[in-house]
């Protein structure tokens, strides 16, 4: 039987490794992989499908894709009538009963792991006998076959990716564990704490296959990296032995579990080498208790305040949580954004099927949206109109902070007004002028600052430099007053670095002054003229450095 393991991934430089796991583990040819994306046009990818002439066809189901993938389903059948469907992941797998009821079309669903699951499958086992499927009885009802063990040396499972087809773009997904021992209870990783991890010595065979293809960067989907301070150490010391001058690495992390010993390693970490995702969710202690997440914030805090700046950092909120009204969402947001991460994800709960949140939900006044990503709409502590308000404040944020392209104006302003308070005036003025109606490019919100905020020279001449740092220009707003001498400019040139001879290196860089300091912690204590020279890379104009002139 010749079996099509199915991925709509959500970008397109996006890798599955759910489908690559277990064709890598059954290693038969009659099963495949293939992938999309869910901007593809619905016939483009059942062409693709009809196109490999497959006898099954298995789909990897997220969030992400199940709006797409349910389209797909009863079109599939029209065009291979004889097809056998099935489907697996987190949102079929946790929801099986409601697939089977709705597509008549899906023949089973898988739950759980999928490996010894689609093997025994393709081996020609009857569905019935296989554990770990959701089936139809006689009377067309989902029954559960049992459970199945789960695989207990995940040695057993070979390295995911044969080949590296575009390792400078793709994002390469990498696991060197599965489960989680946390309770977290809006998580489906909570609902399965048997924590299994591959060898060490596996582990760095595998990484030494990215490091030596040269991969941009490898995210490590452990639903929590650093639970063993001997192994997550050696990982971390076998990357920072082997650096390529490429690879970047992303973790999951739980900061506050983070030793000494790790934080110490911490600090030798080069630029562009690794990038933490750490989930705060609330600074609110009734809330985490709540929802099963510690309550340790003090040293958590204390940690990622330690994390050294080449480490590139995301920090997580959670809209929608228990005890969180507008207020408290504020006071968390306002603490996170003290520690200065480089970017803040203000998301919004997603009431998961399977989960323990999904029942508290239910039973205390939650409402969510019917359909994939199941989005909070409204609390018993946010009202509907509030969380469209922090949808709002989401898009301020995203614009002025996560883009790190105004990182000099904002340090200014967020000191000064806080970042609450900040975020919370331009959201609501931003949607009054009709500014939220659509998505903007950045020199709209350039030239949107600029309007509102002609009072506060510091925040003009702030505005300016960030704008001029944000690469090589002909073209300047009209808020912007470009204080030039082309004199002055050929000087800097020369001063710089003393190797100034090219009118390409002068076409690739900019001058201007400057009535206030913008390296200053606090710029608005200084005063005078203070000349800096802009210098561009030639190949994106993006900018190599900045420097202020004596």
């Known amino acids: 039987m ?3 393991l199915a991925a709509v991934n ?3 430089n996006h890798t599955n490794i759910a489908v690559r796991s277990i064709s890598k583990y059954i290693d038969s040819p009659d099963v495949e992989f293939a992938e999309w994306t869910i901007n593809m046009p619905l016939t483009e990818i059942l062409r693709g499908i009809s196109a490999r002439t497959p006898d099954m066809v298995l789909f990897s189901t997220y969030i992400w894709n199940s709006d797409i993938i349910q389209k797909i389903i009863p079109d599939l059948k029209k065009i291979l009538p004889g097809i056998v469907i099935g489907a697996g992941g987190p949102e079929a797998g946790f929801n099986a009963e409601f697939w089977l009821l709705k597509h008549p079309q899906l023949d089973f669903v898988i739950s759980g792991e999928g490996e010894e699951t689609v093997k025994e499958i393709s081996e020609g086992k009857n569905l019935c006998d296989i554990r770990g499927l959701w089936i139809r009885d006689s009377k067309g009802k ?33 696991e060197s564990s599965r489960g989680c021992p946390f309770s977290c209870s809006y998580c489906m990783s909570s609902m399965d704490k048997r924590v299994r991890f591959h060898s060490l010595d ?16 490898v995210k490590f989907v452990d639903r929590t990296y650093n639970l063993k301070e001997e192994r997550y150490i050696a990982i971390w010391n076998f990357i920072l032995n082997n650096l390529n001058g490429k690879t970047m690495f992303h973790f999951e992390i739980e900061a506050e579990f983070l030793s000494d010993k790790a934080l110490s390693i911490l600090q030798t970490v080069p630029e562009n080498i690794m990038q ?19 309550k340790e ?20 909120l959670i809209a929608g949580l228990p005890y969180e009204n507008l207020e408290s969402f504020g006071n968390s947001l306002e603490k996170v954004m003290t520690l200065k991460p480089d970017a803040l994800q203000l998301g919004f709960l997603k009431v998961l099927h399977g989960t323990s949140m999904e029942g508290y939900a239910k039973k205390n006044g939650w409402q969510w949206t019917d359909n994939a990503p199941y989005e909070v709409l409204s609390t018993p502590y946010l009202s509907y109109k509030e969380i469209l308000f922090l949808k709002d404040v989401e898009v301020i944020l995203d614009a002025y902070w996560n883009s790190g392209i105004f990182s000099t104006t904002m340090n200014y302003i967020l000191r000064k007004q806080g970042s609450w308070n900040f975020l919370c005036n331009a959201a609501e003025i931003a949607r009054n002028d009709g500014s939220l109606d659509s998505a903007r490019k950045t020199i709209w ?15 003009m001449e702030l505005l300016k430099f960030d704008f001029l740092k944000m690469g090589k220009t002909s073209s300047f707003p009209k808020w912007l007053e470009h204080r030039y001498s082309k004199k002055e400019h050929l000087e800097a040139m020369v001063q710089h670095e003393n190797r100034f001879d090219s009118r390409i290196e002068f076409a690739f860089s900019e001058y ?11 710029p608005e204590k200084t005063k005078g003229t203070y000349k800096v020279l802009f210098v561009y890379a030639r190949h994106n104009s993006s900018i190599k450095n900045c420097q202020i002139l004596l």
């Open 2 to 4: 010749k079996i099509l």
């Open 10 to 12: 959500a970008k397109f």
């Open 142 to 174: 989902a029954v559960w076959t049992c459970n199945r063990d789960l695989i207990c040396n995940l040695d057993d499972i070979p390295f995911p990716y044969d080949d590296f087809d575009d390792p400078e773009h793709k994002i390469y997904y990498y």
């Open 202 to 217: 596996r582990v760095f065979a595998d990484l030494k296959k990215f490091l030596d293809a040269g991969v941009s960067l």
């Open 276 to 294: 933490f995702e750490i989930g705060i969710q609330s600074c609110n202690q009734r809330t985490l208790e709540a929802v099963g997440r510690s």
């Open 297 to 316: 914030t003090v040293k958590l805090f204390e940690n990622i305040s330690k994390i050294p700046e080449t480490i590139h950092t995301h920090l997580d």
């Open 445 to 459: 919100w350039f030239n949107w600052l600029a309007e509102h905020s002609k009072q506060d020279p510091v925040i």
């Open 512 to 522: 201007d002054e400057f009535t206030v300091n913008p390296f200053a912690e606090e």
